[in-house]
Nanobody, 127 residues
Framework: QVQLVESGGGLVQTGGSLRLSCVVSLRPFSSFAMGWFRQSPGKEREFVAAISRSGGDTDYLDSVKGRFIISRDNAKNTVYLQLNSLKPEDTAVYYC????????????????????WGQGTQVTVSS
């Protein structure tokens, strides 16, 4: 069964917004820190944002700070990434990832530390 399913990607103009969603079937969802990563052609997959189990800790890639917001709704088993003020350099496939945590500890940014991954959703920002 598919454990993480992203949606919400699309094509927008520079300055536009999108909201990505990731529905997670892993249980209990509240035991996982959640992250978003992205990958563009010819590039390594890079960290974008993460949120702790309770939502009390977040972290962002420097270039998206102030523009992107990560959030989660544990009652809906869903994590979101609000993308605002989009730029062409934000164009990438965005992946949702889950990290099992034994406590509500600080988030991590290294992709190799995440345990489960979605299949990605394409975000394209035109000039």
């Amino acid at each position: 069964q598919v454990q993480l399913v992203e949606s919400g990607g699309g094509l927008v103009q520079t300055g536009g917004s999108l909201r990505l969603s990731c529905v997670v079937s892993l249980r209990p969802f509240s035991s996982f820190a959640m992250g978003w990563f992205r990958q563009s052609p010819g590039k390594e997959r890079e960290f974008v944002a993460a949120i702790s189990r309770s939502g009390g800790d977040t972290d962002y890639l420097d270039s998206v700070k102030g523009r992107f917001i990560i959030s989660r709704d544990n009652a809906k088993n869903t994590v979101y990434l609000q993308l605002n003020s989009l730029k062409p350099e934000d164009t990438a496939v965005y992946y949702c990832a889950a990290e099992l945590k034994w406590s509500d500890s600080l988030v991590v940014t290294q992709k190799e530390l995440y345990d489960y991954w979605g299949q990605g959703t394409q975000v394209t920002v035109s000039s």
